[in-house]
């Protein structure tokens, strides 16, 4: 079997696991001996099959092989003639998608009285289950919707006799193709074998995400806090959860629980993101707590009357509802956050990142509105062919082909005065043809992931004086009425904090309070409660004195050990010396350092 191993490590089997044979039916196994092409009476020309060990059986993968002009089994040499079937890597889709992906998805009707003439039992055209993709049911739908699911596009492009069988959800590439040896390299020549394909820009007919939801208003109103108190704009990353969207056929929510805010440069009219310390810990934590980055936000928001609390509704028809560059760094993001799919030779396909808009809408007051891009414009980022105008925001630029990339021809399609289709190349580009809307809602009934009471500073906000430390955790402790332990310990930012400070980071230490605050188990959370590290943040917290409160009321608040009498001066020092308040005499037994 040693001849085999080029050939497993061609397609990627370990161990020798697979066998050749000569019929489709795994009968006449070849056993390599090596013996000579002639001696096995295999002919130039001849098909071979080749089933990994433990394959259920012909339905399994199957590689056709065509025997080259050899003298020897498959070599390294021959092993590169062989041909894979078409499939796509093993990528696990997301739990929201297998789930999907097994319902029936009809859409169910009552016998209509006036128009149905059958028996209870029977069906008509007038009351035969619908198909999820059934564009007429989604017009007349309220509020109507424009764009199918994801899944229910799915459900159409695989409802044939076929059952879908030869579908394949391509990725769109506006890069050469590499390995074409006919011709010099770009700029010296380009054949139309290597050369990307012409690109036309259509408006989607799906998407991958159908609602959006904050779970509460409170998570949008901190948000929207630091606009209130400094008049700059804000960008943060979107925490949660993909949930089934009952409302449409085979529809995905995304679901918001928590808005961590990354570092950032902000004025009126701009923002710049900086590089972020705290990303991959931020990760690990929404992790273990079951959410996921699900999309960003951002605000655009001019005052229109502080007195009544209005703002300007500067994004509509006439404007524009994202910009070129919004649409290229939502692109971006998109292309990071890619979506497992089943269907796709690439593994992946579209994205789910979402992008909300907190800006003015018709009434003068705040809206949030949600968007996402199309996969064409997805392409047009990662490949690099797409720019903003500098002078009309609502207008993008398909770069020119230059000596040092290569980028096909871009086209949209748009009526003229007299109603006929003319087709435009994309310089500009209406940026209108690459957005897809998505309804962002607030429910009736508040949900609750993080249950805390009382806020503890979000991060990044030091230009408002908002610091998260053990001074500002202290007194967050002192401030919490609950006696619930888990009820204290129950947000976000303070998990971060928790994790990331550099006093006392709890990374390795922290993952039985994530899993108590994920199932909100209030014993898990006592247990974790008794470990040294929660002692030892309590230590740091009365050292820092944020409180000024007495101690017996810190030991109750923050689930501490009671404090000696002995430190009630000590507190009465701290009180003085941080909260600046005259009159107060200095403990003489106080070591602690002032200021």
Not at 335 to 348: A, I, K
Not at 434 to 451: G, M, N, R
Not at 572 to 583: A, I, K, R
């Amino acid at each position: 079997m040693a001849q085999q191993r080029p050939v497993g490590k061609e397609f990627g089997f370990t161990s020798n696991g697979f066998s050749i044979f000569l019929n489709r039916n795994k009968t006449d196994e070849i056993h390599s001996q090596n013996k000579t092409l002639s001696l096995l009476k295999i002919k130039h020309g001849d098909m071979l099959f080749l089933y990994p060990s433990g394959s259920p059986g012909p339905s399994g993968e199957t590689m056709d092989v065509a025997t080259p002009h050899s003298s020897s089994l498959p070599s390294s040499s021959s092993s590169s003639m062989m041909s894979r079937s078409h499939s796509a890597p093993h990528i696990p889709e997301d739990e929201i998608d297998q789930y999907l992906a097994k319902q029936e998805g009809k859409i169910y009707r009552n016998k209509d009285p006036q128009l149905c003439r059958h028996g209870s039992m029977g069906k008509c055209v007038h009351c035969v289950p619908l198909e999820p993709f059934d564009e007429e049911y989604l017009s007349h739908l309220d509020p109507p919707v424009k764009h199918m699911s994801f899944h229910a596009y799915i459900r159409k492009l695989t409802g044939g006799a076929d059952k879908g069988k030869f579908v394949a959800l391509e990725n769109i590439s506006c890069k050469i193709k590499s390995g074409c040896e006919g011709h010099p390299p770009w700029p010296e020549g380009i054949c139309t074998k290597c050369q990307p394909s012409a690109i036309t820009l259509n408006r989607q007919k799906y998407r991958h995400i159908d609602n959006i939801m904050f779970e509460n208003h409170t998570i949008a109103d901190r948000f929207l806090d630091f606009w209130r108190k400094t008049g700059s704009q804000r960008m943060g990353y979107l925490y949660g959860r993909y949930t089934e969207h009952k409302d449409i056929p085979l529809a995905i929510r995304a679901e918001v629980a928590a808005i961590y805010e990354p570092p950032q440069i902000a004025t009126q009219n701009s923002l710049e993101l900086v590089e972020d310390p705290k990303a991959a810990a931020v990760e690990e934590i929404a992790a273990k707590l079951g959410l996921r980055k699900v999309g960003w936000i951002f605000t655009d928001l001019l005052s229109e009357d502080t007195r009544i609390g209005t703002v300007k509704y500067t994004r509509n028809k006439d404007s524009y509802f994202l910009s070129a560059e919004e649409c290229i760094t939502a692109g971006h993001f998109q292309n990071q956050q890619s979506n497992p799919c089943r269907l796709s030779p690439d593994g992946h396909f579209g994205s789910k990142f979402i992008t909300v808009v907190a800006t003015g809408g018709p009434d003068n007051q705040v809206h949030f509105e949600g968007y996402q891009v199309s996969n064409q414009c997805m392409a047009l980022v990662r490949d690099e062919c797409l720019l903003p105008c500098r002078d009309a925001p609502e207008l993008g630029y398909a770069k020119e082909s230059s000596t040092e990339q290569y980028v096909p021809d871009v086209f949209y399609k748009d009526k003229d005065k007299f109603g006929n289709d003319i087709t435009y190349l994309a310089r500009p580009l209406p940026v209108e043809y690459l957005i897809i809307d998505i309804t962002t809602t607030f429910p009736k009934d508040p949900q609750y992931t993080f249950c805390s009471t009382q806020r503890f500073p979000i991060e990044n906000r030091d230009i408002l004086g908002e610091t998260q430390d053990f001074h500002s955790l202290a007194t967050y402790l002192s401030q919490c009425t609950s006696t619930v332990f888990l009820d204290i310990v129950s947000d976000f930012h303070l998990l971060i904090f928790l994790v990331t400070n550099e006093v006392m980071p709890l990374r390795d230490s922290i993952g039985l309070l994530l899993d108590a605050v994920k199932t909100k188990d209030e014993e898990l959370a006592q247990t974790w409660k008794k470990s040294e590290q929660w002692a030892t943040i309590e230590q740091l917290c009365s050292t820092e004195g944020g409180q000024s409160s007495g101690p017996q009321e810190f030991g109750a608040m923050g689930g501490g050990p009671s404090t000696p009498a002995s430190s009630s001066a000590m507190w009465s020092c701290l009180h003085c010396t941080f909260m600046n308040q005259p009159g107060t005499e200095l403990c003489e037994m106080c070591s602690l350092p002032r200021g």
